[in-house]
Structure formats: structure tokens, C-alpha cells
């Protein structure tokens, strides 16, 4: 087993043995937390949305242990992501309810993935009319519309501040993608998704292939940086469910982002190996379209960086050309504001120390 990340950092090669080795309880790191080190942890878990996931671990290990000490110190910290967890899935409900009843229907994108943990927002997606989805979030259910940066106004997204919920609602309405460039694929999202019981509640969430592609697109396309929970709940869908990769291969190409899933699979696969001793299986068909793999990521700054050079850059290219050829020239337009996007960001993170109101 692999331990490059751990020694790199710690809590997350600590995470990782929690996650995905069969015999964590082996690891005798993990029976010498400190509490600042358990804190460390903890805080790490949160930012990967993997605190139900990992916590349960450890608190079965120190019960097996016998140490009452740090078994407290998971339980605490699981009480207390339960009690947020079942108040954000409860308002989830009356937010979903609500647009419901006035002709918005909504699929729950991205958030659901990480059950049992849940994500620091709530995203939605419908093809209603977004002065119908503002009327219902600011009307009925009293939320005011948080700023929209550049981004979020070419992906065609609004963020909605409830009271009393910690968790920001973002609402994407007719389009999918950094720059809205995917409209037909987003179109398309409702038609093809499934309800599933998440509680006591029943929501109505993207198709398996759909999921894939919506998170490709966020962490090869948008944050390029991927998050522990991201490997875990591929890991387990492509596992778990009947993926049909013919179905997901013609999709993403019609989009443009074959490449892209299939390397954000390949590093999934790559990853789960470097833990678990035994990758997840995938198709040659994936392999072979993957541009790279787990190799060419690195830890920093809190999360498993993709490279910007030249890897996400060809990956933006080959979208553009796909997207080019097909004739989607108001969706290429879209998608051509991206670096000019990106670049703003970066300089204003690097003048004021904050890309808000750009990205």
C-alpha cells in the first residue's frame, strides 16, 4: 500500500486508509491521534464531505480498541454532522415541495452523491422559467438572492440564502457547465433521472451516467482539484450500479467531455488501487480515452490537484473542438469566455486574495 500521500499529509492519507483500505484498524497512526490531530481530521473530513463515512470507521476501530477517549471524540463529532445533515435533507424537502407546486421541477444535482454525508450546499437543477424559481425562493420561501459573480451569470445559476439554513440553495435553470455551454445535456438531465430515498424523503436525482458527467464537469472543467468524497461515491456508483458506458460514452461525447470522464474515472480507479490494493474495474474503451491518471495528481492546499498545464487545458480544447464540430457555435462562444474568465479570477485572487464576483 502506498503511503506517498500520508507522508505528504498526514489527515488525508489518514482519511484515505479510513475510506478505502480493508484493514485500517492496521494502521497504527490511527491509534495515536492527539486531539489536535483528530481535529485536524475532522476539519479535513468536512471540507471532503466524508465526515459520516470516515468518522463511523474510527469510532468502530477505537471501540475495537478499547479506547473510550477517542471513541467520544468520533461519536461527538458524528452526532453533530447528523444533526446538520438531517436539518439541511429536511429543508431540502420543503425547498423541492415548494417549486414543485408552482411548475418547477427540480433534480437534485451533486449533493445527494456524497449520502450518507452531504455537501456545504444544496444543488438543484430545473428547466423552468427562472423568474418562476426567484418568485417561489424569495416569495414562499423568504430567501434572498445571494451576489452573482461573472460565472454564475454565464451559467445561468442564482444561490439563494435561507434563514436559518447554513447551506447556500444554488439553483442551475436550463443550462449545465462553467460557462452554461451545455444546454441540450442539461435538457436532457430531467427525463432520464431517478427518484431515491434519502430519510425519510424521496427526491428525484440525475441518471447514473448523468451523475458521472455533471461531476466530471465540476472537478475536471470547474474547480480542477477533486475531493476524497468525489473518489469515494464514483468508487462505489461505478460498483454498486449498472453503468451503461455505451450510454455514457455517446453522451459525453456529444458534449464534448469524453476525455474528461474517462480520466476522472481512470483517476478514481488509480486511486482506490493506491488504498485499497484493487482498482476499480473499467471498461477498455475508458482506459483508453483517459488522457491520465492518479500518477499526475498532487496534494495541495487541501485538496488532490489536477494540473491546469497542460492536462485541464487539453481537456477545455478538446470540448471546444467537439463542440465546434457539431455546429454548437452559441455554445462554443460560451465556453471561449472561459480563459478569459479564468484569468480574471486569477489576477484577482492574486491582487485582493479573493476571485468572488469573478469565478
Known amino acids: 500500500m502506498n503511503t506517498t500521500l500520508a507522508s505528504s499529509d498526514n489527515s488525508v492519507g489518514i482519511l484515505s486508509q479510513l475510506l478505502f483500505s480493508p484493514t485500517p484498524a492496521e494502521q497504527p497512526s490511527l491509534l495515536r491521534l492527539s486531539r489536535a490531530q483528530f481535529d485536524e481530521l475532522a476539519a479535513l473530513a468536512s471540507s471532503h464531505h466524508v465526515v459520516i463515512r470516515a468518522l463511523e470507521t474510527l469510532r468502530g476501530i477505537m471501540a475495537d480498541a478499547g479506547d473510550s477517549e477517542r471513541y467520544g471524540w468520533a461519536a461527538d463529532a458524528l452526532r453533530l454532522e ?7 435533507v429536511e ?11 408552482e411548475g418547477c421541477a427540480v433534480t437534485v444535482i451533486k449533493s445527494l452523491d456524497h449520502w450518507p454525508d452531504l455537501g456545504s450546499d444544496l444543488d438543484l437543477y430545473t428547466s423552468a422559467d427562472p423568474a ?12 434572498r438572492i445571494a451576489d452573482r459573480s461573472w460565472g454564475d451569470r454565464l451559467a445561468n445559476k442564482w444561490n439563494f440564502i435561507l434563514p436559518a439554513l447554513p447551506e447556500l440553495v ?4 436550463a443550462r449545465l457547465g462553467q460557462t452554461g455551454e451545455l444546454a441540450e445535456f442539461a435538457g436532457s438531465l430531467p427525463a432520464r433521472a431517478r427518484a431515491v430515498n ?11 451516467e448523468d451523475r458521472l458527467m455533471i461531476c466530471t464537469l465540476q472537478r475536471m472543467y470547474r474547480h480542477f482539484y477533486i475531493r476524497l468524497c468525489d473518489i469515494a461515491d464514483t468508487a462505489q456508483l461505478l460498483e454498486t450500479h449498472s453503468v451503461d458506458y455505451e450510454e455514457l460514452c455517446d453522451s459525453a461525447q456529444e458534449s464534448g467531455i469524453w476525455e474528461g470522464v474517462a480520466t476522472f474515472l481512470k483517476i478514481v480507479s488509480d486511486y482506490v488501487h493506491r488504498w485499497r490494493g484493487r482498482e476499480v474495474a473499467l471498461p477498455a474503451s475508458v482506459r483508453s480515452a483517459a488522457q491520465f491518471g492518479e500518477n499526475q495528481i498532487r496534494f495541495s492546499r487541501g485538496f488532490l490537484r489536477v494540473p491546469i498545464l497542460p492536462h485541464s487545458a487539453r481537456l477545455y480544447a478538446s470540448e471546444w473542438t467537439a463542440l465546434m464540430w457539431q455546429g454548437r457555435f ?8 472561459l480563459p478569459c474568465l479564468a484569468t480574471a479570477a486569477a489576477l484577482g485572487q492574486k491582487i485582493t486574495g479573493s476571485d468572488k464576483g469573478i469565478w
Open 82 to 88: 447528523r444533526a446538520r445533515i438531517d436539518r439541511a
Open 91 to 101: 429543508s431540502l424537502r420543503d425547498i423541492c415541495a415548494a417549486l414543485a407546486s
Open 330 to 337: 452559441e455554445n462554443v462562444a460560451r465556453l471561449s469566455l
Open 132 to 143: 418562476e424559481v426567484i418568485s417561489v425562493m424569495t416569495g414562499r420561501l423568504d430567501a
Open 170 to 173: 444554488e439553483v442551475h435553470v
Open 198 to 208: 434519502i430519510g425519510n424523503y424521496v427526491f428525484s436525482v440525475p441518471a447514473a
